[in-house]
């Protein structure tokens, strides 16, 4: 199987029949932006109800996330301890509704005096159109929970 890239850009609007760029723009920018039941203004929602994001355990906000509010928990709790943003991002289409994307989490702090990177994996599956699953992968998670918990 070859993986065929879609973007280089998080906010593409994708022209292919799958519209997985414009799918995952929207949802960066319903995750990083407004996070409502209409997604991003002006857009369709791209979540679905019962969407599921599985996190690294040993992170703060580890584990399972489920549905909207699940969704949203989990957005409250990381932005609580940082400020995220995806960049490089690379979209490969898988066909049959699975989409990777590659990036690099870049990660700011209140008080701290650096910035972190660090090179990420997600992997989507999607269903009628909007992202059902999310399994999230970071190359570096204790670099994470020291830079997240490190004193102010």
Known sequence: MQLTPVSREVHHRSRRGTGVGSVLGLADGGINGEIADKGVTGQSDPFHEEIIIREAAELPYGGEWKGKEGLRALMTKINSLVTLRPVDVEV?????????????????????????????????????????????????????????????
């Open 92 to 152: 490969f289409d898988l066909g049959e509704n699975h989409v990777i994307t590659r990036q690099v989490a870049k990660m700011t702090r209140g008080g701290v005096d650096r910035e972190l990177e660090v090179p990420m994996v997600e992997i989507y599956h999607l269903e009628d159109g909007k992202i059902r699953e999310i399994d999230v992968f970071y190359k570096d998670t204790k670099a994470m929970v020291d830079f997240m918990m490190q004193r102010s």
